[in-house]
């Protein structure tokens, strides 16, 4: 099936430094992917979405200064934390689709952000 | 708009215990797919199953069997004979025009 590849599935950054999340469709090339956001004992929430070579689209209340979305390639998504803040500390989930109407979307396994 | 709900928020069974979790979900969408999610302590979803709008047969795979309903718009989810490494949070999941989570079901079963 398949696959997402998501790096790190682990980081640890001090309070102010910026973090980059990459999100990699193996097999298949994504023209749309997705990132969640995830707090302990909560649901994912949509945090943006992004379709290859164009500018992401942010969900209400998401600041896209602060979340910087980068989709350049139908392989490839990054999700950049700029001046990191602990209270930006959560799991992070992308996932891709192959075409923004294509029912199935394939998960990466996440990261796990902590600010320090 | 979409709406996915979940409103079990957690489960304790004893293991081999049948557990049916359940999911409403609100669309105006004609056409949409019905997901279920597992979500370990690892954080990664794991696929459990798609159903489209236009199929109302119910499936079963294993231990795990889903009931689709349209008319109440309920896509309930059970496990027969409920194992330790059953022990996770669930996800029911929407996708017409957004890809929609309901709040999961924390199920936990107890040896």
């Known amino acids: 099936g398949a696959v997402v590849s998501q790096h790190p599935s682990r980081v640890i950054c001090k309070s102010g430094t910026s973090v980059k999340i990459e999100c990699r469709s193996l097999?298949?090339?994504?023209?749309?992917m997705f990132w969640y956001r995830q707090f302990p004992k909560q649901s994912l929430m949509l945090m943006a979405t992004?379709?290859?070579?164009?500018?992401?689209?942010?969900e209400q209340g998401v600041e896209k200064d602060k979340f910087l979305i980068n989709h350049a390639s139908l392989t490839l998504s990054t999700l950049t934390v700029t001046s990191a803040h602990p209270e930006d500390s959560s799991f992070y989930i992308c996932?891709?689709?192959?075409?923004?109407?294509?029912?199935?979307?394939?998960f990466g396994q996440g990261t796990r952000l902590t600010v320090v | 708009a979409q709406k996915v709900t979940q409103a079990q928020t957690e489960i304790s069974v004893v293991e081999k215990e049948d557990v049916t979790l359940d999911c409403v979900y609100e669309t105006r969408d004609t056409t949409y797919y019905l997901f279920w999610y597992k979500q370990p302590p690892s954080g990664e979803l794991v696929f459990l199953i798609r159903r489209n709008s236009f199929d109302e047969q119910n499936e079963i795979s294993g231990r795990y069997s889903w009931n689709f309903q349209k008319s109440t718009s309920s896509f309930n989810f059970t496990i027969t004979a409920s194992q330790v490494v059953d022990s996770a949070v669930y996800f029911c999941?929407?996708?017409?025009?957004?890809?929609?989570f309901g709040p999961g079901t924390r199920l936990s079963v107890l040896p």
């Open positions: 992004s379709n290859e070579g164009s500018k992401a689209t942010y």
């Open positions: 996932s891709a689709r192959a075409s923004w109407d294509s029912p199935r979307a394939f």
């Open positions: 999941a929407l996708n017409g025009q957004n890809f929609v």
């Open positions: 097999d298949f090339q994504a023209t749309t």
